[in-house]
């Protein structure tokens, strides 16, 4: 729920930048980017006493700790900081030593307003009538201020106060306690709450209930919980610059998102107190960033999502025109951690969002195969999703039913949008699939049956896929939501011989469109359906533009940084969703479970010589694990938590199987195996003269090591 980072300002101070994940403005009115965006709270400043010379630094991503060294020409200050795991406390400890004993501390206060809004006051304050419609737009609209805020002393705690027009407000607690060897220890806590005014007091309750632990067994049980979150799942690979990016990956979301806590929007838990994308965006963003948690078996921070979902059905209900009747569930492209996003009445442009979360929600159930919480908690969810597109579908004269004029994310659209299409086929084959499995027997299962025997085919021209009917791809686009189909539905697969030219035609189309329009998330896109077509060639290509992005297109408005953040817009506008997305590109060279089978090793590229993984999840409830040396599979062990049929297809001929009867195991065309396993059960299937299943890490190319950070490898583009 906290965030911090801390960097330098000038020669004299470091800024140590806050960030709660749920501070958010509660307005009714206005564009809800503004009136229910994030807001700042406020940061402190560390001003040295001598000019700053020299600074190292490292974030240690095992023990989830940044620890720097300041030089200044007086002395210098070492620089210790950590979010707690389990507590809503922030903290700091420095050790001045020489001249640098006289450092100050300084609390800066900040005022909540949206940062989309100041973002827009300040451009049309420095450019006037040159700045863009849409910043003078935003920046002449009606728009409330939250007060100013209030620094205070509270139970001997300083404070500061933000109150909200809205009601409730922000409360940010501190203090400063003598540390060991003459250092400095600083404990700070974020509190918000509405339409309550507890956050203060709430704030202070978390300081007071660490005020007498020891320093030692707070640090113990901050590390504790990440040393247990990491082994849940292991990756390791020849190429050590993406294993690098691929766990600071992890370490993000660890670090950004927690069940019963907040989702991860497209600013985590780090705030940043000028940009347009302050909020949760649902139009791609969210659904992006959660993608690989699943097969990660980061289940826990998955959560973070998926429980809000179940907890606010009732408001995602309530999101909808009283016209839709009461029995359908939506919400608009943003929503604040609340969900409390009404759907526009009259506009259909936003049909998408919330199926499509629910389509990453269900990419975790098809990995745990929970029957009470698909049946109680999902299953209801879906239908309501699914509800909406049955409320305003339409028969054609063609006896087939289409969909009246809907968006793509961003492009624009029209009728038999391709988006829409491919989320209403897959909820109601979904609701099917649930329904017929658990035997619900659910008064609306003839319709979903109809919708998915009439649904019309989805538009295509010469080039592929369209946009939407009459609607062709014509213009470079970073989103690649008419693809829905493909990636990540895999509604249509390479396992359909008939649709493998339209899909390559279609893919190729879109990433190679000439123009600026792609981002970063972009080339991860293709990554990912380049290896879901088996490509591991071109899969790999596009994992390396996405790393080289600002090498290979200069004049392109994204950009990855040397932290792995990643920024959009002239990049200068941070978003988190496109490095996360990027690890389940990966892990779909690794492992794929759509469809019916289980897939090892499915799109390596050559480079990729020598890989392991062990702990990933695949639909069906199985556990996976695998090991490649010299280009060849070792071996592949995979257990059974649901008892569900498994088919494997690997390229390997599986010379020896462990843990369950030779019998069990049966091939069957195309190179796919078909194993009969238990509840519980594990097979390990050999390769010719692998005598153990041993996981272990990949040696690490000492050039590639420390591939990330402000170091002598970074070289920034010109």
């Known amino acids: 729920m906290l965030g911090s980072m801390f960097h330098q300002l000038d020669n004299h101070t470091i800024r140590i930048s806050l960030g709660r994940a749920d501070v958010e403005d509660h307005k009714t009115k206005g564009q809800p ?67 640098e004993a006289a450092m100050r501390l300084d609390f800066v206060p900040l005022k909540a307003i949206a940062p989309a809004r100041l973002q827009a006051e300040n451009d049309v304050a420095h450019k006037g009538d040159k700045a863009h419609p849409s910043r003078k737009k935003w920046a002449s609209a009606p728009y409330k201020y939250n007060p100013d805020p209030e620094l205070g002393v509270l139970d001997g705690y300083q404070i500061c106060r933000q109150t909200l027009v809205a009601g409730g407000g922000t409360g940010t607690a501190w203090t400063v306690k003598d540390g060991r060897d003459g250092g400095q220890r600083l404990f700070i806590s974020i509190e918000h709450s509405h339409p309550g005014s507890t956050a203060v007091a709430d704030a202070v309750a978390h300081l007071k209930a660490i005020e007498d632990e020891s320093f030692a067994s707070l640090v113990q049980r901050h590390r504790d919980w990440w040393h247990d979150y990491y082994p849940k799942s292991f990756v390791s690979l020849d190429d ?52 690989f948690l699943s097969t990660a078996n980061r289940l826990e921070v998955a959560e973070s999502l998926f429980t809000k979902l179940d907890e606010c059905l009732p408001t995602l209900v309530a999101n909808m025109p009283e016209s839709y009747g009461g029995d359908c569930a939506g919400m608009s492209t943003i929503a604040p951690q609340t969900f409390v996003s009404p759907f526009p009445s009259g506009r259909l442009g936003f049909t998408g969002e919330l199926l499509w979360t629910c389509h990453d929600y269900w990419l975790m159930l098809e990995r745990t195969m929970d029957a009470e919480r698909i049946t109680q908690k999902f299953f209801p969810l879906l239908k309501k999703s699914v509800n909406t597109y049955l409320h305003f579908m339409v028969e054609g004269e063609d006896g087939r039913i289409h969909l009246p004029e809907t968006r793509s994310p961003e492009y624009g659209g029209g009728e038999d949008c391709n988006f ?85 035609k279609s893919m190729d189309h879109w990433i190679n469109y000439p123009g600026r329009g792609n981002a970063g998330y972009s080339w991860s896109g293709a990554a990912a359906m380049y290896a879901l077509q088996g490509d591991g060639e071109k899969a790999g290509k596009y994992l390396d533009i996405f790393m080289r992005m600002q090498e290979l297109y200069p004049d392109n408005p994204a950009e990855i940084h040397p932290t792995t953040m990643y920024t959009e817009t002239n990049r200068v506008q941070p978003v988190t969703e496109t490095p996360l997305s990027l690890c389940d590109s990966m892990q779909l060279m690794l492992l794929q479970s759509w469809g019916d089978t289980i897939r090892v090793f499915p799109a390596v590229p050559k480079s990729w010589r020598n890989i392991a993984f062990d702990g990933l999840l695949a639909a069906g409830g199985f556990e996976v694990s695998a090991v490649r040396k010299g280009g060849a599979t070792q071996f592949i062990r995979i257990k059974s938590r649901a008892g569900e049929p498994c088919l494997l297809k690997t390229e390997m001929v599986p010379a020896r199987i462990a843990g369950i009867e030779k019998s069990a195991v049966r091939q069957m065309p195309e190179g796919r195996f078909k194993i009969d396993l238990k509840q519980g059960e594990e097979a390990i299937l050999y390769a010719e003269g692998v005598e153990e299943a041993i996981v272990e890490p990949v040696a690490a190319k000492p050039e590639n090591c420390n591939s990330f950070g402000l170091n002598e490898r970074y070289q920034p583009a010109k």
């Open 420 to 504: 829409n299409l491919a989320l209403f086929r897959w909820g109601c084959r979904t609701l099917i699939q649930i329904d017929e499995r658990y035997r619900i027997n659910d008064p609306l299962l003839p319709k979903w049956k109809d919708v998915v025997a009439r649904l019309v085919d989805y538009p295509k021209n010469e080039n592929g896929y369209m946009v939407a009917k009459d609607f062709p791809f014509a213009q470079s686009h970073r989103h690649y939501s008419h693809l829905l189909m493909i990636y990540p539905l895999c509604e249509i697969n390479i396992d359909q011989p008939e649709n493998r030219e339209l899909i390559a």
């Open 240 to 291: 050590t610059r993406m294993e690098s990016f691929y766990w600071i990956q992890v370490y993000k979301f660890g670090a950004g998102a927690r069940k019963g806590r907040a989702y991860m929007d497209t600013m985590g838990p780090w705030m940043v107190e000028e940009t347009a994308w302050a909020n949760g965006w649902f139009n791609l963003n969210t659904q992006l960033s959660y993608w």
């Open 33 to 99: 980017f503004i009136a229910q965006s994030r807001l700042p709270n406020g940061y402190f400043t560390l001003k040295t006493a001598g000019k700053i010379t020299c600074f190292e630094g490292r974030l240690d991503l095992y023990d989830a700790e940044a620890r720097a060294r300041v030089v200044t020409d007086k002395g210098q200050v070492e620089i210790r900081g950590f979010v707690h795991s389990a507590d809503m406390v922030i903290v700091y400890e420095f050790m001045p030593s020489g001249g």
